[in-house]
């Protein structure tokens, strides 16, 4: 019943929808196609109340005025071939390929023949050209493409065609629109299942394939906590920021922009590009930050892929490795730390193991991360800045020594050489030259066990 | 060690009863014992409700009912006539409310009253009088919140410290001004970052180079008084060198703001109580003598604890007072009020109300007075738990009733005509302050805990070997409770102290003490030391003993009134009992809930669902209307 009634409504609307959309499309077509004004103006209502009157027969007692459709000597000769429709949509679009024009094709197929002849090689064509048209994640289009069925002549008459595959091929090209639909995520729409409903009959493949998808779509919509918009900013600040904020998953996390893309021309006339760097840190990585024993190097490590959607960014951090279990000092505990009640017991015993509800989990400290940070250009001396600019929040790390262990960036893939040459050394403070010395030794041993660490992370 | 306990409740016992005996017979010589009570050193072992914990009623110490003199009585009549007058004629609440400002005119009548000195010694120029008429005066002052809550912050917080912890000096030197209510005192613990967390107090004392003053910088938030306070306890942090470690520790100090460099900001625009003064107090560099020091130096938390410990009793009285003056108004306006032809005292759910309004009162009065003659006793009582519990039950139960009074005239309680919404505002500061309701149920559960984990845990550990005996004694314990031979702790029977009348009631309690019991054990079976962070299993022990407290306390009162029969005893056995049942099946239900894989037990889904709230920091759910698809 409701079905029915949707049915009705959205033919409805379609006949209003379409007559409006129509009218502006196919006068554009009409143009192009210099036919006359009378058959335009003929062509409108007839299109209109197909959606009323889908039956072929109805379509047969108007015919379609002969120089419409037949409007190009070429077209006429390669529709023989088995790569016409392919060739259709390279003719019509030659220079643009938009929506409108995919439109275009569209309707220039549907009123060449009134048997729709072909349809099948047509809808398949289209398919693969849509990308190109950049229209595969339109919805509308979609349901243009399966209008060009014709409708209520694959719809089953009896059981026994229902059993079998009534028009497999038919069929099958409609479950290849709508497999295409969900390849690309597109989720269909009642208007979707109008017409499938028109053109196979409720109990088709293609239908079923409808209520499989809308089984599905709608619960796997928003099931990833983290999802990542269909258009990523353009701004590499802001791509930046929104990556940041998407690695760091905490809400007290700041974001620092400590330089914004810039491009200076000094005075012997050179350009000189800065990159942009942006950063992230949350109230407790500063915290911990505070606490870090001094003497003890962190680390600027990366860069590490993100990846979002189809694009790939990168980013780095800036670590420590995790505390020897002898330097960690637990915080003694205070009696005369909570004024209204006792924050511990002095009992001697234990929660018994039945109500031991924490799972086993072997623990493996992976030393803190402090901050984190998204660059232009991912040379020592930018990311310096960075630690520059984080000093002003953290200045701990005006007494750390601070080492940076670079591996070749996407962009530094053809220079070999400069891959070592990244691994050095880098005081904040000033620091004897022997000291600088032996540490170098010590340091390299450290990136060279570090490798597998760092690949595994890559890996998530 | 229960032998020793024993003896020691039995000679305590026989004092009891030789000093009740002298109560009766020279009340003002009372007065002056409990103004040397301070002096004393023997601190007696008072437990009661500790005792709940292992499932024991030590009713020596809430039978009979604690009551005081006749002399006693007659003075406090003639205290109370006054004060009464007072409130009734002079007091202009809703003009203090409305303005923010308690009068000077008022604030003078009630310094000639000696409202400002109850409870300071005569010597120093105060009433001297014991807690139990603290308790009786507070149900007046508490027909203004703002008056009620101005009084408090002076002397039950203000002031307490040098009356408790000060030495003679200070006594002599501050007690008499503050007494009079020439200088008005504030209390200053609470900071910005640090609410109970002593630890996180920023205030310093440093001692100056001639080490004669103490330095203190800092400032405190939302002081009562604090923009016309003349002295001030004031908590600060101060090194001190323990075990020749230096160690940063909270010190307590007198600070008189004629000492210069006080501070007081803006007053606070609050929901109610608006005619107390709220304000930040801020300390630059004020020179405070060493002599000011209460107590020793890095001794301020001990200090901080006693008065606040100290300081909690009253709110039950008081509450009780404010509810009693609301049935009065409430019950005119239901008698006359008429709807179809019926008065609205004829409806049901009106008369749910006042009989809500009246059981939460006599629970309250009955707690309050128990309290406080217990506070009263000679020795130096640490009655902290029973405060907090009479504390935690009278805040809770004073908000329901007065937004149920104001319900009884809908719509018209809700203008400002009348009075039920100023009291349902001032009303609303009573489970926040002087400690907010959560933090004192932890502190009234886990005190329990420790107490009946130390007697316990020998016991827990053998079992936990597997000792069969033991465990086979436990089987058959639970045995014979399950086959139905409730405890009896004898409250009622031959040595009965509970009245017969009230025996139904006084087996409902001793059963839910047996059962509370062995609920206590479970838990320390189960969590031992880790119950610290089970917060919701304390908040269910914490409810429950209060339950049972209450209990005690209208079984105490109730079981009095009858033997010596007060007017209108009845109604006292009727309120007595509904009480006892109400909260007997909700303990029951509570303690069900305890059990393990308890199916009424909901909380690791409430907990899941708080986390996933905080995670959002925001509500969960998308909006019903809308869709996917």
């Given at each position: 019943m409701k079905c029915a009634r949707c049915l009705l409504q959205l033919q409805c609307l379609r006949l209003v929808g379409q007559s409006a959309r129509s009218a502006a499309q196919r006068g554009a077509l009409l143009q192009s196609a210099s036919s006359s004004q009378p058959n335009a103006l003929l062509s409108t209502p007839h299109q209109a109340l197909r959606g009323f009157h889908g039956s072929p027969a109805h379509a047969k007692g108007r015919p379609v005025p002969a120089e419409f459709i037949d409007d190009d000597d070429d077209e006429k000769k390669r529709d023989?071939?088995?790569v016409a429709h392919d060739d259709l949509f390279e003719r019509v679009a030659k220079e643009v390929k938009t929506k409108a024009t995919f439109n275009k094709v569209v309707d220039v197929f549907i009123k060449r023949d009134v048997r729709r002849r072909g349809h099948v090689e047509f809808i398949y064509a289209a398919l693969k050209k849509m990308p190109e048209f950049g229209v595969e994640r339109d919805l509308v289009v979609y349901n243009r493409l399966l209008d060009v069925f014709p409708k209520e002549?694959?719809?089953?008459?009896n059981y026994i065609q229902q059993m079998f595959n009534h028009y497999p091929r038919q069929q099958e090209c409609g479950v290849q629109v709508l497999e295409q639909m969900e390849n690309y995520g597109i989720m269909p729409n009642v208007e979707t299942k109008v017409l499938l409903v028109q053109i196979?009959?409720?109990?088709?493949h293609p239908t079923r394939k409808y209520q499989r998808i809308m089984y599905w779509f709608p619960k796997f919509?928003?099931?990833?906590?983290?999802p990542v918009p269909q258009q990523l900013p353009e701004d590499p600040v802001d791509l930046a920021r929104f990556s940041l904020t998407r690695i760091a998953n905490d809400r007290d996390a700041k974001v620092t922009v400590h330089q914004l893309p810039c491009t200076d021309v000094t005075e012997s006339g050179e350009q000189i590009t800065q990159p942009h760097i942006v950063g992230i840190q949350s109230p407790s990585q500063v915290e911990l930050l505070a606490k870090h024993n001094p003497s003890r190097p962190v680390f600027v490590e990366g860069p590490f892929p993100l990846w979002l959607r189809k694009k790939c960014v990168h980013y780095y951090v800036l670590r420590a490795d995790p505390t020897p279990p002898d330097e960690k000092v637990e915080e003694p505990f205070d009696p005369?730390?909570?004024?209204?009640?006792?924050?511990?017991?002095?009992?001697d015993l234990d929660r018994d193991l039945g109500d031991e509800e924490s799972f086993d989990v072997e623990d493996l400290d992976e030393g803190p991360v402090f901050a984190m940070c998204m660059t232009g250009r991912g040379d020592q001396a930018v990311l310096n800045q960075w630690i520059s600019g984080l000093q002003e929040n953290n200045p701990i790390l005006g007494q750390v020594p601070t080492l940076f262990r670079l591996e070749a960036g996407p962009r530094e893939l053809?220079?070999?050489a400069d891959t070592e040459s990244a691994h050095y050394h880098h005081h904040h403070g000033p620091e004897p030259e022997t000291q600088k010395e032996e540490r170098q030794p010590q340091e390299e041993e450290v990136t060279v066990e570090e490798e597998p660490r760092t690949s595994q992370r890559m890996k998530r | 060690m229960m032998n020793v306990n024993r003896i020691v409740s039995k000679s305590v016992q026989i004092g009891q009863r030789l000093l009740a005996r002298d109560t009766r017979h020279a009340g003002k010589e009372v007065a002056r014992l409990q103004q040397r009570r301070s002096i004393r050193t023997h601190s007696r072992n008072l437990a009661y409700a500790k005792d709940l914990f292992l499932g024991?009623?030590?009713?020596a110490e809430v039978f009979p009912y604690p009551e005081i003199g006749n002399e006693e009585v007659d003075e406090l009549n003639q205290l109370v006539a006054p004060v009464e007058k007072f409130f009734n004629e002079e007091v202009d609440s809703a003009k203090i409310d409305r303005e923010a400002e308690i009068p000077p005119e008022t604030l003078n009548g009630l310094k000639e009253l000696g409202l400002?000195?109850?409870?300071?010694p005569e010597e120093y120029g105060?009433?001297?009088?014991s807690n139990t008429v603290y308790a009786r005066l507070a149900e007046i002052t508490s027909l203004d919140g703002s008056i009620a809550v101005t009084l408090a912050a002076h002397q039950?917080?203000?002031l307490k410290g040098i009356l408790i912890a000060g030495n003679e000096a200070q006594k002599q030197k501050y007690l008499p001004k503050l007494s009079s209510g020439e200088h008005i005192a504030a209390f200053c613990l609470t900071e910005p970052g640090s609410g109970s967390d002593a630890?996180?107090?920023?205030t310093r004392a440093t001692l100056s180079e001639d080490g004669k003053h103490y330095l203190i910088n800092g400032s405190k938030f939302w002081i009562s008084n604090g923009d016309m306070a003349d002295v001030m306890t004031v908590f600060a942090r101060t090194e001190v060198v323990v075990d020749g470690v230096k160690k940063d520790k909270i010190s307590a100090f007198i600070v008189?703001?004629?000492?210069?460099?006080v501070t007081s900001g803006k007053l606070e625009d609050k929901l109610?109580?608006?005619?107390s003064h709220t304000c930040e107090v801020s300390f630059d560099n004020v020179p405070v003598p060493?002599?000011?020091?209460?107590?020793?130096?890095?001794?301020g938390f001990k200090v901080a604890m006693n008065i606040l410990n100290s300081g909690r009793f009253s709110m039950g009285s008081s509450s009780a007072g404010m509810i009693k003056k609301l049935i009065e108004l409430t019950a005119e306006y239901a008698a006359t009020r008429k709807q179809f032809n019926k008065s609205?005292?004829?409806?049901g759910m009106i008369q749910e109300k006042f009989a809500l309004m009246s059981v939460n009162a006599f629970v309250m009065e009955s707690m309050a007075y128990l309290t406080a003659g217990m506070m009263d006793?000679?020795?130096?009582?640490?009655?902290s738990l029973e405060a907090a519990m009479v504390k935690v039950f009278s805040s809770e139960g004073g908000w329901i009733c007065v937004s149920e009074a104001l319900q009884i005239l809908g719509g018209l309680g809700y203008t400002?005509?009348?009075p039920y919404e100023r009291y349902v505002r001032d009303c609303r500061i009573l489970p926040i302050f002087e400690g907010t309701n959560e933090i004192l149920r932890m502190y009234i559960a886990l005190t329990g805990m420790q107490y009946a984990g130390k007697e316990l845990t020998g016991k827990i550990k053998e079992m936990k070997k597997g000792n069969i005996g033991m465990a086979l004694g436990m089987v058959g314990k639970k045995l014979r409770s399950s086959l139905g031979s409730p405890a009896d702790?004898?409250?009622?029977?031959?040595?009965?102290?509970?009245?017969p009348s009230l025996a139904e009631s006084s087996k409902k309690f001793e059963q839910n003490v047996g059962l509370f019991g062995s609920t206590v054990e479970s838990l320390l079976y189960r969590y031992?030391?880790?119950?610290?962070?089970e917060q919701l299993v304390l908040k269910r022990v914490a409810d429950v003993l209060i339950n049972l407290y209450a209990m005690t306390a209208v079984l105490s009162r109730t079981s009095r009134s009858i033997s010596i029969g007060l007017r209108n005893h009845d109604h006292e056995v009727l309120l007595a009992n509904t009480f006892c049942s109400d909260a007997f099946f909700k303990n029951n239900y509570w303690m069900t809930q305890l059990q393990?894989?308890?199916?009424?037990?909901n909380d690791a889904n409430i907990k899941k669902i708080a986390r996933e709230v905080l995670e959002n920091r925001a509500y969960v759910c998308s909006h019903p209307l809308e869709r996917t698809y």
């Open positions: 023989k071939s088995l002549v694959f719809v089953p008459r196979f009959g409720e109990k088709g919509k928003h099931v990833n906590p983290f005369e730390r909570c004024l209204d009640y006792p924050l511990q017991l002095e009992l053809q220079g070999a | 024991q009623v030590n009713k400002f000195g109850i409870m300071v105060g009433l001297g009088l039950a917080i203000g630890a996180s107090i920023q008189e703001r004629a000492f210069g460099g109610g109580i608006r005619g060493v002599e000011n020091v209460i107590g020793e130096v890095g001794g609205l005292g004829e409806f006793r000679p020795g130096l009582p640490d009655c400002k005509n009348y702790l004898g409250l009622t029977g031959k040595d009965g102290v509970v009245h031992g030391k880790t119950i610290v962070d393990k894989h308890s199916p009424e037990n």
